[in-house]
């Protein structure tokens, strides 16, 4: 079982970038090589739904002896597109090459894992969203019929060149499944969005990652990591690896509960899993557009935090924590956000910033 890198020219040093901004991207050898990275489906936790329709595609493509279908992971960052990528390529001990949108820049840049493909491999592309139109066309026929077709020549001695490839599979990765287009959305046969994980999951996940961090953590300091890591678990092991080096720095180096809130506070992640940044939005949305609705470009444009950030990384978990709303006229902050920051909610503007109410803007 080996994994390959492909780059391409583009951003020949370009990491895979998937993260929180508050978290450094992994480079490709990190990714494969993060210890705390399930490496079973039967070690992957929570996203169950997702985990017994991947069970049921690997069964069958061993007994048919056949390359995995083309897979498509949605949900934002940290939550385990990559990790089920990997999980994918031990259980079946194929070839796994990872690389991301943002580095094909051109059709030349994908060629080489096309014709170096071997029957059944993997080929892992984060942030398929990004990928160019062109290379995005290119990769049609290789998705459907295993085939790429070439260009040779110019004007009308031009004719084209079909070149048979191996069998194998595509998984793609994104943040936002809206930018997609549906031919290359459709060209996918399996669609696994990831949700948020429960407290129960994730404290579930620390307490074995502490484990293999040969670090002693209560119960209780698990379940308080677990709440204050905003339902991802790449954040949860960020936590888990910085409350470690505070336990072990200030006290006996094991992680009790005071030790975990003390650490945690420190790094200005609240009880709500908010850090700065969180808060930050917040303010700005309470404080400079009077609570909303406001677009996420002046949002982005106020706070200088560029819209990507926002939309992937900021957004996502504000509204499934209700702090904030989405309306067809912008952003708009709600009682939890006023009561959360301390600030008054001004009687006359209850939720939209206008008089028409909620439903006046649905
Ligand atoms: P994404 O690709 O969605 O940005 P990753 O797959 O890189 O997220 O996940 C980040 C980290 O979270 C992984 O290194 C892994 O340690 C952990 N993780 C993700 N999903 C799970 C899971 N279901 N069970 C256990 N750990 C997980």
């Known amino acids: 079982m080996r994994e390959r890198k492909i780059q391409g020219s583009a951003t020949p040093d370009s990491p ?4 929180l901004s508050s978290i ?3 480079s490709p050898d990190e990714i ?7 490496t079973r489906l039967m070690d992957m936790i929570g996203q169950k739904a997702v985990a017994d329709r991947l069970r049921v595609a690997l069964e069958a493509c061993r007994i048919r002896g056949e390359a995995l279908p083309h897979i498509l992971f949605d949900g934002p960052p940290g939550l385990g597109k990559t990790t089920f990528a990997t999980v994918l390529h031990h259980e079946l001990g194929v070839e796994l090459a990872m690389t991301s949108g943002p580095a094909l820049d051109k059709k030349g840049d994908v060629m080489p894992f096309l014709t170096n493909a071997i029957e059944g491999s993997i080929l892992f592309i984060d942030e398929i969203h990004r990928l160019p139109k062109s290379v995005e066309e290119f990769i049609y026929p290789v998705m459907e019929d295993f085939r790429v077709d070439v260009v040779l020549g110019e004007g009308i001695s031009a004719r084209t060149l079909n070149l048979p490839l191996k069998k194998f599979t595509i998984i793609g990765a994104t943040t936002r499944s809206g930018m997609l287009s549906s031919p290359l959305r459709d060209r996918f046969h399996m669609h696994e969005h ?3 994980y429960d407290i129960d999951d994730l404290a579930r996940i620390v307490t074995i990652n502490a484990a293999k961090l040969k670090t002693t953590i209560t119960q209780e300091a ?3 990591l677990a709440h204050r890591s905003r339902g991802t ?6 936590r888990l690896r910085w409350v470690r080096d505070f336990a072990t720095a200030r006290a006996d180096g094991v992680v009790t509960v005071e030790i975990a809130r003390e650490a945690l506070d420190m790094q200005e992640i609240d009880r709500e899993a908010l850090d700065k940044q969180d808060r930050r939005y917040l303010e700005g949305l309470i404080k400079v557009f009077h609570g909303g609705p406001a677009g996420v470009e002046a949002l982005a444009a106020t706070l200088a935090i560029s819209v990507d950030t926002l939309a992937d990384e900021v957004e996502p978990y504000l509204l499934r924590s209700q702090f904030i709303i989405r309306t067809p006229r912008g952003r708009c902050a709600t009682p939890k956000a006023y009561k959360h920051l301390g600030i008054r909610q001004p009687a006359n503007r209850p939720l939209t910033g206008g008089p028409e109410g909620l439903f006046g803007l649905i």
């Open 16 to 19: 895979i970038t998937s993260g």
């Open 24 to 26: 450094a991207p992994a």
């Open 32 to 38: 494969v090589n993060d210890s705390l990275r399930p």
């Open 194 to 196: 990831l949700e948020f």
């Open 222 to 224: 698990a379940i308080e």
């Open 233 to 238: 678990p790449r954040l949860a092991n960020a």
